[in-house]
């Protein structure tokens, strides 16, 4: 185990840098405290980096802009591997769990095989997965 590792879902980064919303302060709170190190260590999965680009890129039109916010919200963690262990546990979750699918399976094997208990996420889907406490960034961000 990892000791204050958080992993960093890509919701929380796609309400950071999205339009109005609720969840916009808390998530962006949540970066700040991750780009100034408080009281956790923050980490990705590489598909977290790549999700986060897909919704820029579809929000934006912005090639460009896409690229270097994913840059930006690269350099606030520790980007994990996803590597042929972490595809192994995605692929048992999603037999095993019925509410993950695709990249949340990626991105909760990524915590499990790092070690990392809590993610950071508005993503009720991480709810129940042994292993794993899934934390709201208003929660985390208070």
């Given at each position: ?20 919303s ?93 070690g990392?208990?809590r ?24």
């Amino acid at each position: 185990m990892i000791e204050n590792a958080v992993l960093l879902d890509s919701s929380v980064a796609v309400y950071a840098f999205g339009g109005e919303s609720e969840l916009r302060p808390a998530s962006q709170r949540v970066l700040s405290l991750a780009a100034e190190h408080r009281g956790f260590r923050a980490y990705a999965s590489v598909e977290m980096i790549q999700e986060f680009v897909h919704h820029r890129l579809r929000r934006t039109g912005d090639r460009a802009l896409a690229a270097e916010d994913g840059r930006n919200v690269a350099a606030l963690c520790t980007v994990l591997t996803f590597d042929r262990e972490v595809l192994d546990l995605s692929l048992d979750l999603v037999a095993r769990i019925p509410t993950v699918r695709g990249r949340d399976a990626v991105h909760a094997a990524t915590a499990l095989a790092y070690g990392i208990e809590r993610i950071v996420t508005t993503d009720r889907a991480f709810d129940g997965i042994p292993g794993l406490i899934r934390v709201d960034p208003r929660e985390f961000a208070a």
